[in-house]
């Protein structure tokens, strides 16, 4: 088992050093940074790569849409992963992972599920123990993202079963907590039509989210949101109302937009924002300092596709009040798709991670080195 597990070390090692040989140099010279920035290959072979956890020793967890949960290592420091182990398979679109205490949590569509000591397990992962087992098991808009907030309590959200309609229990269309052993479940805010992305801003420690806004509206109606959210009970209007301003055509009813939660800011239609982060770490500069970067997975069903990008929503006393590209070129003029980013997180050096669920890889972006 040693000799397997070393000569699978060294497969391993060559495949990260030579990731640019398969065609990914071709991607990255398409990609626009600003002045002084760098993107790189960070790992690949990490299929359907979609939300990224950083765990206390540098591993960086991956979840997917495709049954497997991954983990990549960067031993040497030296920006390129060296090493992938396979934390799980046959999962239910295992698309959320978060860490704490050292153990990875993975949030399936009906369960919260827990690896405990797995830094040090990662070759011979241990059986997950099952943290929460009660969520709905639509698969539609049922993936998960996952988060340890301020508070030590694990968030995650419970999108709606459709693209529209009113699915009549609570727990649908819902923001949702937990304590990391499953217990004190409570629902925190509704009307949310399908979350995969939230962080907590830095100097009010107010929770922002991204929502997906509803198909079949025309090409740019109606906006994707972010949202902050302030206390439990809160309502943001799906699917009576979207984007604070527009009463849905079929279910709006009686119902007045004015009395749900408008959005703290507006994207572009469809450019479908997921995973994002507060930047916290050092290396960039300091126009990037507690600034949000987005992850736009990009329109499937616009008449011109948008989205494609890393955008910056800028902030300024706890509130949003610009947006502007940080990377784009994995749309091409022709409307080619060459990647979708799917989350960002930073990692321990200040750099930044972004998912690509398309190629399966991770990018690495760093400053002035």
């Not at 960070?42 to 956890?53: I, L, W």
């Not at 091409?332 to 190629?359: F, H, M, Q, Y």
Request: one cysteine or more.
């Amino acid at each position: 088992m040693k000799i397997i597990q070393a000569l699978w070390l060294v497969l391993a090692t060559i495949g990260a050093a030579h990731a640019a040989d398969r065609g990914y140099e071709s991607v990255l010279s398409q990609l626009k940074l600003p002045a002084g920035f760098k993107i790189s290959i960070f790992a690949d072979g990490v299929p359907n790569a979609r939300q990224m956890a950083l765990g206390d020793n540098g591993t960086v967890f991956v979840g997917s849409r495709d049954g497997n949960v991954f983990a990549v290592q960067d031993r040497d420091g030296d920006g390129v992963a060296e090493q992938k182990f396979q934390i799980a398979q046959q999962l239910n679109l295992p698309n959320g992972v978060a860490f704490k205490n050292g153990s990875l949590y993975v949030a399936e569509i009906q369960r919260i599920i827990r690896f405990d000591n797995i830094e040090q397990r990662l070759s011979n992962p241990p059986k997950p123990e099952v943290v929460y087992n009660d969520f709905p098991e639509d698969r539609h808009h049922g993936w998960k993202y996952l988060r340890f907030g301020p508070d030590g309590k694990l968030y995650t959200a419970v999108g709606a079963p459709c693209n529209i309609c009113d699915p009549g229990k609570p727990i649908y269309g819902s923001l949702v907590r937990l304590n990391p052993d499953g217990s004190d479940f409570e629902i925190l805010a509704r009307g949310i039509r399908n979350t995969v992305g939230f962080d907590w801003e830095t100097r009010t420690n107010h929770l922002f989210f991204n929502d997906n806004g509803r198909d079949y509206l025309g090409d740019d109606l109606p906006p994707d949101e972010l949202n902050e959210w302030s206390r439990p009970g809160e309502h943001f209007g799906y699917p009576y109302c979207h984007a604070g301003t527009i009463p849905d055509p079929q279910l709006a009813g009686d119902k007045k937009c004015n009395s749900f939660i408008a959005p703290a800011w507006k994207y572009k239609a469809h450019i479908a924002p997921l995973g994002m982060r507060f930047y916290t770490g050092k290396q960039f500069p300091d126009q990037y300092f507690r600034q949000l970067f987005v992850a736009q997975h990009g329109s499937w069903n616009r008449t011109q596709p948008q989205g494609y990008q890393i955008d910056v929503v800028k902030f300024s006393g706890g509130h949003p009040y610009n947006e502007q590209a940080f990377i784009s070129g994995w749309l091409t003029a022709s409307g080619e798709v060459l990647g979708r980013p799917n989350d960002v997180i930073v990692g321990r050096d200040g750099s930044l991670l972004i998912s690509d669920d398309k190629l399966g890889l991770i990018y690495r972006v760093s400053y002035g080195r």
